[in-house]
């Protein structure tokens, strides 16, 4: 069992920047891949990026530029730094762990509860 807590997430104004964290109980090299997706009233969970435990990282066009994902292996932690926000950024943001199959399938195995991001415009 891996267990995920996000942090960070709050009412930022469009162009601002947020930092979201995500504790692991276990390192990602237990798991191999890590993620954050993202889920917006009225639409379907996506992917935002996601992190190998060799480095290789990959985002959504959307996001790509602005925002960048990250591990602290010493922490067990994860982080999304996000730039220049926008309004449509708005969303419920999760953290997911998984193994190398979840890196190529983007179907991860283990959640964290969520932490809302608001951009005001």
């Known amino acids: 069992q891996v267990l995920l807590v996000e942090s960070g997430g709050g009412l930022v104004q469009a162009g601002g920047s947020l930092i979201l964290s995500c504790a692991a109980s276990?390192?990602?090299?237990?798991?191999?891949?890590m993620g954050w997706y993202r889920q917006a009233p009225g639409k379907e969970r996506e992917l935002v990026s996601g992190?190998?435990?060799?480095?290789?990282?990959k985002y959504a066009d959307s996001v790509k530029g602005r925002f960048t994902i990250s591990t602290d292996n010493a922490k067990n932690t994860m982080y999304l730094q996000m730039n220049s926000l926008k309004p449509e950024d708005t969303a419920v943001y999760y953290c997911a762990a998984g193994n190398w199959g979840s890196w190529y399938s983007d179907e991860y195995d283990y959640w964290g509860q969520g932490t809302q991001v608001t951009v005001s415009s």
């Open positions: 276990v390192t990602i090299f237990r798991v191999n891949a």
């Open positions: 992190i190998t435990s060799s480095g290789s990282t």
